[in-house]
Structures are given as structure tokens and as C-alpha cells.
T-cell receptor, first 108, second 114 residues
Framework: KNEVEQSPQNLTAQEGEFITINCSYS?????LHWLQQHPGGGIVSLFM???GKKKHGRLIATINIQEKHSSLHITASHPRDSAVYIC??????????FGKGTRLHILP | DGGITQSPKYLFRKEGQNVTLSCEQN?????MYWYRQDPGQGLRLIYY???????QKGDIAEGYSVSREKKESFPLTVTSAQKNPTAFYLC?????????????FGQGTRLTVV
């Protein structure tokens, strides 16, 4: 079993829809990262969460440490949001564990 | 501002040549990491270093080499022994001191062997 599981693997939605991407993990952590990878490959760090909720523009990230679950939400989705979204969990001092990513495609 | 810098963003290499990818951080982080991503796949650990002058192999170290002569720098060399070097490479760093330490990520380098 992977230590970090993301769902869904692929998601296609219409412009304007509310998007939710989930990340569950089985290891003990106190922080989790959400990353965005555009088709060109570059990685952008979106959020680092240790508790509660963070918001940046149309992006909202939540985490429940007790339930070992985090969600990334996109409100009023736009085609430029099309990317791969990856959750990453720093675990011990010799590992960062990545989810396999969720490929999001927003149709105009 | 503190951060982590990877360069170049795109790199082309002739088959049989070694190539070195740069990763620099000014965050005073002890731990640094290199990951590889193949199309449609997740990120896999190549090498990591928890302290200067020390580094450990990750899951797919064959065909790669690293050095950690300075805390700020963790260059990755893709050698001619790496059979399938075309991939996306990501560098990361963390304070590495305790569970759940915040991590920082480079933009990544896309290497293409021609």
C-alpha cells in the first residue's frame, strides 16, 4: 500500500465547476504540501499545511491531521488550472513522500 | 528571500555524455533530495543528503552521482551509465530535523537525451 494516496487519478470538468482533489496518508506527519505541475513540467509549490485551512485566490487547501487526510479545492475552475496536482509529505529526515498526482483537465 | 533554485529548466544532452544538474538553496537546510519523474508516473527518490559530505542512495540511484561539498549545493550528475536519462528531475530541501518538517521544492529540470 502506498503511504500517500491521491484521488482521483484523472479528473475532467467543465469551466466553472468546483473541483476537489484528495490526499490520504498513512504515516505520521505534521505538515503536508500541495504542488502544481504544468504541462511544461515546472513545479510550483501551492500550499504547506500543518492544520486547518489555507486559501490563496481560488485555491483552498484543508487538512485533518487526526484523520490523515487533506483536500485541495478549486473554485470557479478555469482551463488554465489544467495541471497535475501532487501532494507531498515530509516524513522523517530522509524522505519526502509524494502522491502519484491528479491530472486535472478543465474544458472551456 | 530564501528559496531553492534548480537550473537549467530544460537541458538537452547527447547520448553517451555526462550532464550535471544544479540545485542550490539559501534556506540553511540540512537535507536535500533529488527525484526523478517519468511521463505519467510519480516522483521517485534518486539520492538524498542529510548533512554536508554525506549522501545516501534512494530507490533508483544507478547511473547517477551526487556530491554535497557545501550545505547550499547538491548537484546531480546523470552519467552515461544511466540507460534512460530522459525524464523530469526535481530537487527539494528540508530542515530535516524532525518529523513533518517543511520542505521546499525547485522548479524542476526536464532532461532530454538526443
Amino acid at each position: 500500500k502506498n503511504e500517500v494516496e491521491q484521488s482521483p487519478q484523472n479528473l475532467t470538468a467543465q469551466e466553472g465547476e468546483f473541483i476537489t482533489i484528495n490526499c490520504s496518508y498513512s504515516v505520521g506527519i505534521s505538515a503536508l504540501h500541495w504542488l502544481q505541475q504544468h504541462p511544461g513540467g515546472g513545479i510550483v509549490s501551492l500550499f504547506m499545511l500543518s492544520s486547518g485551512k489555507k486559501k490563496h485566490g481560488r485555491l483552498i487547501a484543508t487538512i485533518n491531521i487526526q484523520e490523515k487526510h487533506s483536500s485541495l479545492h478549486i473554485t470557479a475552475s478555469h482551463p488554465r488550472d489544467s495541471a497535475v496536482y501532487i501532494c507531498a509529505v515530509p516524513y522523517r529526515d530522509d524522505k519526502i513522500i509524494f502522491g502519484k498526482g491528479t491530472r486535472l483537465h478543465i474544458l472551456p | 528571500d530564501g528559496g531553492i533554485t534548480q537550473s537549467p529548466k530544460y537541458l538537452f544532452r547527447k547520448e553517451g555524455q555526462n550532464v550535471t544538474l544544479s540545485c542550490e538553496q539559501n534556506l540553511n537546510h540540512d537535507a536535500m533530495y533529488w527525484y526523478r519523474q517519468d511521463p505519467g508516473q510519480g516522483l521517485r527518490l534518486i539520492y538524498y543528503s542529510q548533512i554536508v559530505n554525506d549522501f545516501q542512495k534512494g530507490d533508483i540511484a544507478e547511473g547517477y552521482s551526487v556530491s554535497r561539498e557545501k550545505k547550499e549545493s547538491f548537484p546531480l550528475t546523470v552519467t552515461s551509465a544511466q540507460k534512460n536519462p530522459t525524464a523530469f528531475y526535481l530537487c527539494a530541501s528540508s530542515a530535516g530535523a524532525s518529523l513533518g518538517t517543511e520542505a521546499f521544492f525547485g522548479q524542476g529540470t526536464r532532461l532530454t537525451v538526443v
